[in-house]
């Protein structure tokens, strides 16, 4: 978006424990840099997760290097329970900044509060979910998803759904308004995933049974299949 201005270079590495070992020390070592800046992301923690994330951010916070949760776990809690849980309080106090909610239109000015060393102790996007058509591809690197059995990449179709079924905590966090990708989104997708030689997918989507698009979305991907030779496989969650 260029929030950051043209004389930002912007590296992005991604690592995940569930496959590799996070490298400490190398990673700790880029921010020794004096042209270096930058901040540490446990992205989309859930409940079991946020004790190791918590773990994993010590180090960090050691060398004055920021860190950021965000997933389920905060997203939940805040959206669910009355006050804030000792063991996000606890993060906080320890200097973690926790991420409630969706990103896509705010993320350029949680990196300026970074960078300018102004980040708040919890930002809570939870009451502005953002649209998803036109946003920027969720990509992961090819080296990171080639960890996973199959090179299998993932993205979600549309996010919320407006039943209230008992069982389901999707509704407290991505709302009970539905939102969808477009069958352009979709392809834009697979194309640069289909760049770095990626086939296989796993689509996710809150209620893709009632998704808006979701016959566009399958001429789509057969249109890419049978007339452009692009013979990707998908496992689709329709519920």
């Known amino acids: 978006s260029g929030v950051l201005g043209e004389q930002m270079d912007l590296v992005i590495d991604v690592y995940d424990e569930t496959n590799q070992k996070i490298p400490l020390s190398k990673i700790l070592k880029q921010f020794q840099a004096s042209t270096v800046r930058g901040i540490i992301c446990m992205v989309g923690v859930q409940t079991n997760q946020f004790p190791r994330a918590v773990d994993l951010s010590r180090?960090?916070?050691a060398q004055n290097i920021p860190v950021l949760i965000g997933g389920f776990h905060v997203s939940g809690c805040l959206s669910m329970?009355?006050?804030?849980?000792?063991?996000?309080s606890a993060a906080m106090n320890d200097g973690i900044t926790l991420v409630a909610g969706e990103i896509e239109e705010t993320w350029g000015d949680i990196l300026k509060d970074a960078l300018s060393k102004n980040l708040k102790p919890?930002?809570?996007f939870l009451d502005d979910l953002p649209g998803l058509q036109e946003q920027s591809a969720p990509i992961l690197p090819t080296e990171v998803v080639s960890r996973y059995v199959g090179s299998l990449a993932t993205f979600d179709a549309g996010r919320g759904c407006p039943f209230t079924c008992s069982f389901c905590t999707i509704i407290n966090v991505q709302g009970r308004k539905?939102?969808?990708r477009t069958a352009d989104d979709v392809e834009a997708i697979i194309?640069?995933?289909w760049k770095n030689g990626i086939r296989r997918y796993f689509v996710t989507d809150d209620d893709f049974a009632r998704n808006r698009n979701w016959e566009a979305i399958f001429d789509r991907l057969i249109h890419l299949r049978e007339n452009e030779g692009m013979n990707i496989n998908m496992i689709l969650q329709v519920d």
């Not at 329970?81 to 996000?88: G, R, T």
């Open 191 to 193: 194309r640069e995933n």
């Open 81 to 88: 329970l009355d006050k804030i849980p000792e063991d996000l």
């Open 178 to 180: 539905s939102r969808f």
């Open 122 to 124: 919890l930002y809570n």
């Open 59 to 61: 180090p960090f916070l």
